[in-house]
């Protein structure tokens, strides 16, 4: 496209007594007098316009003036529609170039997907086999193993069923970001979901020296949700709320009826941990995002957790609400609805 040139009506238009000079009307050293005239009146208090000092100086008469005027009326909207064809053209391209450039990035974006969906299936199957593997050497199945050799064999057990929950995840993820995500919707008693989740968090807790603390109300009703999916999005919450507090720090877990609303169930984690800045909590729910980028070294983790913990809280017709302060510490709740057979 052309360079934009400046729009005004110096531009767009010859002065109008240039006009006149060119179009033969008064000559040069006419136009020079009028405007010498036009000068003094002013300094007399008397100022004129340059068309009425060329008529009082004789040079041109009224209707003559009129003409002139109307045409440079008339140039000055051709000048202004074709400025204005110009720009919408210009609109136009950069309409096309945009609308491009997006198509180009939804592309992107659901190869990344489609990647990530292929290459996480890849990777199930064979660790699917490892993992069989390991479990029979390890429960002697295929022979008597020595106390070093289960030592071995736990350590892999161990790595590759956090191999097989990372790839999960990712598939979790690439369902979700292809809008196949979907829920088992059922009554589910959150006292059995907070057993589950604390017996398997409660290691690392005591691991960092951390409090957890639990308070799950004694006549807790059934709630609607995938049991499954909320189970996995408790124990990311607690996961995160352990991992970044430091040693000596609390950490709860409560699950109370909601005191403004009979229909819902609040489900809040608290941690007396590091604390986000308030201009940053909308970034941790991005995917593979993490405030810190040295994060992954320090505390472990691919800034995928919250991204699919809000996504699986919006499945299920809820939001998530973050209050934090740094270090002070973060609290994230979600309200779940009350089962209505219930
Ligand atoms: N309880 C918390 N306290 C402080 N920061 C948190 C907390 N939970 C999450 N975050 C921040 O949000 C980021 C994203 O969390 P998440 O998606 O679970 O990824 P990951 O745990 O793999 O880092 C974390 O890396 C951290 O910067
Ligand atoms: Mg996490």
Request: proline share 4%.
């Amino acid at each position: 496209m052309s360079s934009n040139p400046l729009i005004s009506p110096e531009v767009l238009i010859p002065r109008l007594g240039d006009q006149l000079v060119k179009a033969g009307f008064i000559t040069d050293a006419q136009l020079k007098q009028s405007l010498e005239f036009q000068r003094q009146c002013s300094a007399e208090g008397k100022p004129r316009l340059l068309g009425q000092a060329i008529i009082e100086m004789g040079f041109i008469d009224r209707p003559t003036l009129d003409r002139a005027i109307t045409e440079q009326m008339l140039h000055l909207r051709a000048a202004l529609e074709d400025a204005n064809r110009n720009l919408e053209a210009r609109v136009q391209q950069r309409t096309m170039e945009l609308e491009e450039a997006l198509r180009r990035l939804s592309e992107i974006n659901q190869l990344k997907a489609n990647f990530v969906a292929n290459v996480s299936h890849e990777l199930r199957t064979p660790l699917t086999h490892i993992r069989g593997y390991l479990d029979l050497l390890n429960t002697e199945s295929l022979g008597p193993v020595n106390d070093d050799q289960k030592k071995a064999l736990d350590v892999s057990l161990r790595s590759a069923n956090r191999l097989q929950s990372l790839i999960d995840d990712l598939i979790l993820f690439s369902q979700a970001s292809r809008g196949e995500m979907t829920l088992t919707l059922g009554r589910v008693d959150l006292n059995q979901v907070v057993l589950k989740v604390i017996s398997l968090v409660k290691p690392k807790a005591d691991d960092r020296q951390i409090d957890l603390e639990v308070n799950v109300a004694t006549d807790l009703p059934l709630v609607q949700a995938d049991v499954e999916k909320l189970h996995w999005v408790i124990s990311q919450l607690l996961d995160n709320a352990i991992k970044f507090t430091k040693p000596a720090g609390i950490v709860q877990l409560r699950v109370l009826k909601d005191v403004t609303n009979n229909n819902l169930v609040t489900v809040t984690v608290a941690d007396t941990g590091i604390g986000i800045q308030p201009e940053r909590i909308k970034e941790i729910f991005e995917p593979f995002h993490q405030l810190d980028s040295s994060a992954t070294r320090r505390y472990g983790g691919t800034g995928l957790g919250l991204a699919l913990v809000r996504q699986i809280i919006e499945a299920h017709g809820s939001l998530i609400d973050v209050q934090s302060e740094v270090n002070k510490g973060t609290k994230i709740s979600f309200p779940l609805l009350i089962s209505k057979a219930d």
